[in-house]
Structures are given as structure tokens and as C-alpha cells.
């Protein structure tokens, strides 16, 4: 009898491990170019609790851990729609303009998500901005309903990307 239970508790195992193997490794990448040096554009986007000063969909941006562009500071986004989104910062390099960060908890349909943001410059008064972004849907199971397959996640995802990256360039374009 306990052969079979423990065969039984190591299928469960196994089959709780294949079904997380089960979603791919989604990635998606926006880029824009803004008409603007690289230090002004990343002068306004730079703030790892600031992105609600450059992206749409964000009321509030505030750091709940750690210090404001240090690695392993935590900050909680708070949406207009409604919803929170929990943030930790893996790497902040004010020399080639990026960072990168982790959602930790939150309302968006991924899961295991990693995102790169830089800016580059292209010339004089020119930048290039790369927002991109490794995840898997948050339901990792075989049969996801249509509002959480891998087709959603990458929608959501680029619809974000793109939203605040049109944003940032109407901004400091204006400016």
C-alpha cells in the first residue's frame, strides 16, 4: 500500500511539474524613436517609481521596499482601471540607460515575467527606446480559456508596452 501512495504522490508531483512546463516562454518587444537626446528621454523615463508620470494606464507608482533605483527595491503600480501590480528591480544601469525589473503579484495574465527597458541613442537629437519583456501566461495549465492563452498574454503585454512607450514620446516630445 505505501508503494502505491508514493507512486501515486510522485505521479501528482510529476504532473503538477509537466503542466507548469506546459506554457511556453512568451517574449515581445516594442521599440520607438523619439526625437530627443537619450539623456532627456531617459531623464523621463529613468524612475523606477515614476512610470506613472510617463504611462497611461498608471495612477499611482510608489516604492513599498527597498530605495527608489537600487537593486531589490519593490514598487506597487496601482492601475486607473483598477488593480495593483507589485514590481521588484533586478538591475538599474544609469550608464547604458536600462534596468530590469520583475512582476512579483498582480492583476496582469502572465506569470515568471522578466522585462528590460532601454534607451539608446540614435544620433543627434534622437533616441531609441526597446521595452521588452519574457514571461508565460499566468495559467500554465494544458486548455487556458481564450482571456488567459498565450495569444492574451502577449496582447496584454504589448498593449502595455506600446501604450506607455507612445506616451513617453508625446511627452517628452512636448516638452
Known amino acids: ?11 501528482s508531483i510529476l504532473a503538477c511539474g509537466y503542466a507548469w512546463a506546459a506554457a511556453p516562454r512568451l517574449t515581445t518587444s516594442k521599440t520607438i524613436t523619439i526625437d530627443a537626446p537619450a539623456s532627456k528621454v531617459w531623464h523621463a523615463a529613468k524612475d523606477f517609481n515614476g512610470l506613472n508620470t510617463w504611462h497611461p494606464a498608471i495612477a ?13 527595491a519593490v514598487r506597487l503600480l496601482t492601475l486607473k ?18 534596468y530590469k525589473y520583475a512582476i512579483v503579484e498582480g492583476v496582469i495574465p502572465v506569470s515568471d515575467y522578466t522585462s528590460t527597458f532601454v534607451v539608446k ?10 521595452w521588452s519583456g519574457h514571461f508565460k501566461r499566468k495559467n500554465v495549465g494544458d486548455n487556458p480559456a481564450d482571456n488567459e492563452n498565450d495569444k492574451t498574454a502577449v496582447d496584454t503585454i504589448s498593449g502595455v508596452y506600446q501604450g506607455g512607450l507612445d506616451n513617453l514620446k508625446k511627452i517628452v516630445e512636448a516638452k
Open 81 to 98: 482601471g483598477g488593480g495593483t501590480i507589485k514590481e521588484k528591480l533586478l538591475a538599474f544601469d544609469p550608464a547604458s540607460r536600462s
Open 121 to 130: 541613442s540614435a544620433g543627434k537629437n534622437k533616441s531609441v527606446v526597446t
Open 1 to 11: 500500500m505505501k508503494i502505491k501512495s508514493a507512486i501515486v504522490v510522485g505521479l
Open 60 to 72: 499611482t507608482d510608489e516604492i513599498v521596499e527597498g530605495k527608489n533605483n537600487t537593486v531589490g
